[in-house]
């Protein structure tokens, strides 16, 4: 049995949710490869090679998988995966673009958001917006799976010695094209893989409010911005800050949510956070149904004297 795991990069870093993706790969069992399909991308490949478990990288270098179009990369996908058992990518918005496509291709059913292996057939994924867990058993001869990176901790980005092993490029397909990429740059944590997360909502009432607030503390915790949709749609911040069920799903050792009433999206995208501390000004707020501290009181108060006391 073997396993190819879709590498996740921006053709000069592999990102870190490759690793979880390799760890829940090494529970299913098997040799495990990684396909590195970019363009000038021979770093990526040397990093993949580096990853412990791994086999072998199969690096598919084209001018035309620059982009990583869905397209593109689902026939390379389906025209590798003949000799695997099992295809997997990380639930980013990455794999979830790329892996529905294979998975049509295939003629097979998606698993979605894994968070546990069971067997090398049956998996564990939430359902209902994460209020209950599914175990589902897929009898396709290839399964095609994308992992919930939050579940499973990272493998070990090096000591491994895999192969690289280049892999012929298919054709351009050409059925769509990146016009242009606002990039967002920090300094501060990726979000998704943050220790401690700060995250606000409606309740801080603007941008520059968010920003006065939430910006001191998160200095001075060494955290990740994150937001409500709420807050997002009001524009207080951009949208890859949104956490949640159709934002990210993080899973911090704490999880600050301030000003946030605590909707059930919000909630199935950080309730798997190991501590949570809310703080809102409405007693009723469900966000103090899953925090492990709450506080109720005027966040524009309280949280500059947290501030003051670390």
Known sequence: MAILVLAEHDNLNLKSAT?????????????????????GCQSVAEAAARVAGVR???????????????????????AAASGYSHVLAPATSY????????????DVAQISEIVAVVDADTFVRPIYAGNALATVRSRDVIKVVTVRTTAFDAVAGAGGRAQ??????????????????????????????????VSGGRGLGSG?????????????????LGASRAAVDAGFVPNDYQVGQTGKIVAPQIYFAIGISGAIPHLAGMKDS????????DPDAPI???ADYGLVADLFKVVPELVAAL
């Open 95 to 106: 794999g979830k673009n790329v892996l529905p496509r294979v998975a049509a291709l295939l």
């Open 56 to 78: 072998r990288v199969l690096l598919t270098d084209a001018a035309h998988y620059g982009d990583q179009t869905a397209e593109n990369l689902a026939v390379l996908i389906h």
């Open 208 to 224: 520059d409010n968010y920003r006065a607030v939430l910006e001191p503390l998160a200095d001075k915790l060494g955290a990740a």
């Open 288 to 290: 103090f149904q899953v």
């Open 164 to 197: 690289i092993e280049m892999l012929a490029a298919g054709a351009d397909l050409a059925q769509s094209r990146v016009v242009s990429r606002e990039m967002s740059t920090t300094t501060r944590p990726e979000l998704a893989a943050a220790r401690v997360v």
């Open 274 to 281: 190991r501590i949570i501390v809310a703080i809102n000004k």
């Open 19 to 39: 690793l979880n993706t390799v760890a829940a790969a090494a529970f299913i069992g098997g040799e495990i490869d990684v396909l590195v399909a970019g363009c």
